[in-house]
Structures are given as C-alpha cells and as structure tokens.
C-alpha cells in the first residue's frame, strides 16, 4: 500500500541572524520581517521503502547539517540515512548553513535549530502516513525566469507531483522550478521570496502542504533583474509567485495518475576534480592582488549583479592567501567527491538531488538522458560544493567559473566540471 505524510513548519531565525547570498563589505543582519521561512516534510511508503523529502526556504544545505538531519531521523523515525533527502530553495534574504567568503557565515545557533526542525518535520510526516495516491503533471512558466549571462537558454518546465489522500482529500504538492530566488536584492528583512508566495497561492486552492524545489538556475534569475537588478518590490514578488502558481495549478490538476507507485533510491558519486594551483601561482597571485589593494586605498568593494564584471581585489587576496596556507598545511586536495541521490518512483518520476549550482543547460540534458518522463534535477540538496559551469563560462573567465569559487572558499574547478555531472546523474537515471 502506497502511503503518504506531510507537514510544514515555521523556521523564521531571530532577528539579527545573518542573511546570506550576496557580497557584502560587512555582515547583513536581519532587521524585520516581511513574510516567514518554511520546511516542508515529505514521507513516502510503498510497503517495502520508506523515503522522505524535506524542502525549505534557506540559502544553503551543507553536508553537515543533511548528516545531524539524517542521523535525527533515523533515531526517530527508523528512515535510513540514505533515504533522506534535504534541500533548500537558495533564498537569497535567508540563512546559510555553508560559510560563504563576504556573502554570509553561518549562525552555530540558529543552524543547531534548523537541523532540529528538520529533522522533526520529517518525524511529523512520518507520523502521519496514510493511504495516498500519486499523479504527475508538467507545465510551462516562461515569465520568470531569465538567462543573466544572456545566453538563450532557460528551462520553462513546471513539474508537479500532487499526492492526494486515497480519499481524494488535499495531502501534498511538490512543484519543481528553476529560477534563483533574488528578487528583492540585498535587503535585510527576511522574505521567502517567489516560492513563499508561490506557496500562498497554491495553499489558497491546494490546502495540503506545498513543497517548492529548485532546479538547475546557475544562469537564471527573475526576469526583474533585466533592467534593474535586485529592485524587486513585494508586489512584484507576490505577482510572480501568483503567476508562477497558476501555472503550477494548472499543470496539477490536468496531472495523471502513477498506478506504479514502488519506490527506488539510487546514489551515485560526482568526482570534483580540483585546478590546483602550485606555489608560484599562489604567490604571483597574492603580490599582484596586494599591489591592487594598496593602489585602492580606501575605496570600498562593490559587487551586485554577477553577469557584469567586478574588481575585489581584498577579496582576491584574502582567497589566494587562504589556499597558500592551506597548500603548505597539506590540506588542498586535488578532488572531491559529492554524492549524487536519487528517489524513482514506478518509471514515471524522479527526483534527483545535486548538491550544487547547476547551469540549465545540463538540467535539460540530465533531463533529455533520464529513462524517467518526469525527470527532477533538484540542487542545492544534501550539500552544496560551489557552480558546476560549462566550459564556456571558463573559457570567458565567468562569475560561476572564477570568483564564485572565492566565495565558496574552493579551488577552481576544471573546465570538465559540468560534463562530469552530466554523466554521473544520467548514469543515476538509466
């Protein structure tokens, strides 16, 4: 008997947590509150295996954190470590629980809390099975989304898995997007952003739980951000995710049954491999960004939209000096290796975590490349290692490709990093 639980909760921090996604000069502290955070739990049985889902509205997932969730779980619940899945939509007015270089640290307090609540929406969930029934829906949203770096490339798919309860009553809505949520820019009050009010919306014709996951948005941002980037205003959010949620709906409710409801997980593993630089490099590198920063003087950094240039130099060498030490330490390995995760439901959908920021391009061709019709390549789950970027973003000395690795305190990557993840998560999906 295929069953089914969920829950919601409430994981608003106090004010005064620090908001992660943007660079800053200085730590952006939350001042108010617009609208709360949410996790949202998902349990899943067939009789055989259970797996659960968890979705929520912060800026990060790091392995640690999907560990102490795991493990809570497993003591509580009996689910298997490897069976839970834990993911974030990347708000960017929200915290992190992955440190980040100049654009938000964790807060030890708050994230010891998260993991709590995490794993506790999953206990509830679990508490709750019932019989259910599954269906399987996509539809297309292109309003939102757009490509910043001004390729011709965004994935429109709104997929929607609806769990109902065998009675027909309202349980679940999972709706998968693909669109980084940034809209308001850097402000200091905290706001879920598009998928909070996606969930709204969908709650006022949906009373079940709502479960927002993103896709592959390493390129995508709102479509606000096209003339004037991060000068969203609330009405502007609360149009998107209402329009956003139309489509959602109306992919929903034209859904089709999944009469094979058995449930698979699958795990595989990415090799990140690392552009270690070697000791010249290193120090060429730290005199050419000293130089800078003593020619700047007193001017202060600024950086905003990452489709357009930006000169850090305090950044710069603050990194490079960081990899020095780390290179004499013995601690700048050459590769890492990142666990890919995947939930199969029948041979109808799946749902795959990667933990990291995917470019759409190689959404699709996971996508393309899956045996399954319903395909959801979900990132920012169970970790996050940095942007996985094409190599043309390499080739163009990119935001994703150079300075994002600065503000994931990692090596560059090599120019294969994308090609790798494509073939590691179609392997997943075969």
Known sequence: MFRAGAIEVCITPPIGVELAGYYT????????????????????????????????????????????????????????????????????TAPTTVRFRACGAPDAGYVRLVARYLAGAVVAAANRLTPARLSVGRGEHTYLAWNR??????????????????????LALVVH????????????????????????????????????????????????NRDAWGSASFSDIACAGAELA??????ATAATPVEDVRLHVRHGTLRLRYDTPSPEALRAAIARYRAEVRAMGDRPE?????????????????????????????????HEDAALQAFVIGDALAWLAIPAEAFTAEGRMIRAASSYAHTLPICYANGLYGYLPPRRQFEADGYAARLAAAVYDRPFFTPDVAERLVEAASALLR
């Open 149 to 170: 770096l001004g390729w011709n490339e965004i994935d429109p798919s709104v997929e929607v898995a609806r769990i109902d309860t065998a009675d027909g009553e309202p």
């Open 177 to 224: 997007y693909a669109c980084h949520p940034v809209m308001p820019g850097k402000i200091t009050r905290i706001t879920a952003d598009f998928p909070g009010a996606l969930r709204r919306c969908l709650h006022a014709r949906y009373p079940g739980v709502i479960l927002f996951a993103n896709g592959a948005c390493g390129d995508i941002d709102p479509v606000t």
């Open 25 to 92: 000069a200085t730590p952006r502290y939350a001042t108010d509150i617009h609208d709360h955070l949410m996790a949202q739990a998902l349990v899943l049985d067939d009789g055989a295996t259970r797996v659960a889902l968890v979705t929520s509205d912060l800026c990060s997932i790091s392995v640690p954190l999907t560990q102490t969730v795991r493990a809570i779980v497993q003591a509580q619940a009996g689910i298997p470590p490897g069976n839970v899945m834990v993911t974030c939509a990347h708000t960017h």
């Open 302 to 334: 600024s950086f905003g939209d990452p489709a357009r240039e930006a000169s850090l130099p305090r950044l710069w060498l603050r990194y490079y000096r960081a990899l020095a030490r780390r290179l004499q330490q013995g601690r700048l390995p050459d």
């Open 246 to 251: 139309d489509d959602a709906w109306d992919a």
